[in-house]
């Protein structure tokens, strides 16, 4: 079974960055998308971004121009680098795997999810 662990969440002031990654371990097979998605207390869960196997990348509208994924695939790590923080960006965050094409999935078709890192931005 896949397992995902995110890691690098913490309280920034806004405008300061963080880098969150994600480790899998245990087989994988067929997985092609990753993503990340946030979740704030009393609000729905929502992705951030997401890249396919190719590379190919999306970006909420929210977060664009500020928040990039990468993954590593010798390290077999996702990343999500977030730059220019707001408040607004203070949320539970969750890498998420899929065995779908990005954009065949929708946010309740990933087959794995992370346990959630916290990301805490103050004004």
């Known amino acids: 079974q896949v397992q995902l662990v995110e890691s690098g969440g913490g309280s920034v002031q806004a405008g300061g960055s963080l880098r969150l990654s994600c480790a899998a371990s245990?087989?994988?097979?067929?997985?092609?998308?990753r993503a990340w998605f946030r979740q704030a207390p009393g609000k729905e869960r929502e992705a951030v971004a997401t890249i396919d196997g190719d590379g190919t990348t999306n970006y909420a509208d929210s977060v664009k121009g500020r928040f990039t994924i990468a993954k590593d695939n010798g390290k077999n790590t996702l990343y999500l680098q977030m730059n220019d923080l707001k408040p607004e960006d203070t949320a539970m965050y969750y890498c998420?795997?899929?065995?779908?094409?990005?954009?065949?999935?929708?946010?309740?078709?990933?087959?794995?999810w992370g346990q959630g890192t916290q990301v805490t931005v103050s004004s």
């Open positions: 998420a795997a899929s065995h779908r094409y990005c954009s065949d999935v929708g946010a309740d078709g990933y087959n794995y």
């Open positions: 245990g087989y994988q097979y067929s997985v092609y998308c």
